[in-house]
């Protein structure tokens, strides 16, 4: 079992690059979100889908983009990095809105230079 | 909206002492409940949930939590802990209203961090 995989893990861009950030999951999961995790905040929610096709923002979602073409992957991408999105991103699964459950991916460490 | 306060950033704790993690949150409704383990470089691991009935909730490892309305809290016990219980934990709520601005989101406490000293 897969479960919620995660590409890459490590990341450095220079300020003003793009690059997407993967996530894959084999779980038939129909809720798929993302989180940054910074020190001393918790996680934070910055984009999320209840299915394919279906995308809304959370909590922090300027400076990243989303979309949902298929149930099992939720790409993230970052528009034009900036020293502020430096943070480990995390990708999570569940079988429904009620995030009875929710399976978290190992994570991407980035850092924007 | 929700929040979740988690008191104490750092835990620090004996090998075989009590574990107390405290959670609380605020809500106009009762939120659905979980707490959260992160291992050193892994993903967030579910411990435990409250959704409804019980409200004393057993999980994984030997952690339970209670859900105290009247308190608005959640706190996290362990009888005992373990070397292998060091980690950062997190609380979460999640709304259970549907519609609701927060209906399936999850909105995260600070974290715990907990050490245990042998």
């Known amino acids: 079992n897969a479960g919620v995989t995660q590409t890459p893990k490590f990341q450095v861009l220079k300020t003003g690059q793009s690059m997407t950030l993967q996530c894959a999951q084999d779980?038939?999961?129909?809720?798929m979100s993302w989180y940054r995790q910074d020190p001393g905040m918790g996680l934070r929610l910055i984009h999320y889908s209840v299915g394919a096709g279906i995308t809304d923002q959370g909590e922090v979602p300027n400076g990243y983009n989303v979309s949902r073409s298929t149930t099992e992957d939720f790409p993230l991408r970052l528009l034009s990095a900036a020293p502020s999105q430096t943070s480990v991103y995390f990708c999570?699964?569940?079988?429904?809105?009620?995030?009875?459950?929710?399976?978290f991916g190992q994570g991407t460490r980035l850092t924007v230079v | 909206a929700q929040s979740v306060t988690q008191l104490g950033s750092h835990v620090s704790v004996s090998e075989g002492a009590l574990v107390l993690l405290r959670c609380n949150y605020s809500s106009s409704v009762p939120p659905y409940l979980f707490w959260y383990v992160q291992y050193p470089n892994q993903g967030l691991q579910l411990l435990l949930k409250y959704t409804t009935g019980a409200t004393l909730v057993k999980g994984i490892n030997g952690f339970e939590a209670e859900f105290k309305k009247s308190e608005t809290s959640f706190h996290l016990t362990k009888p005992s802990a373990h070397m292998s219980d060091a980690a950062e934990y997190f609380c979460a709520v999640s709304d259970r209203r549907a519609g609701g601005t927060s209906y399936g989101k999850l909105t995260f406490g600070q974290g715990t961090i907990l050490t245990v000293h042998p």
């Open positions: 779980m038939n999961h129909e809720y």
């Open positions: 999570a699964s569940s079988y429904s809105i009620l995030n009875t459950e929710a399976f």
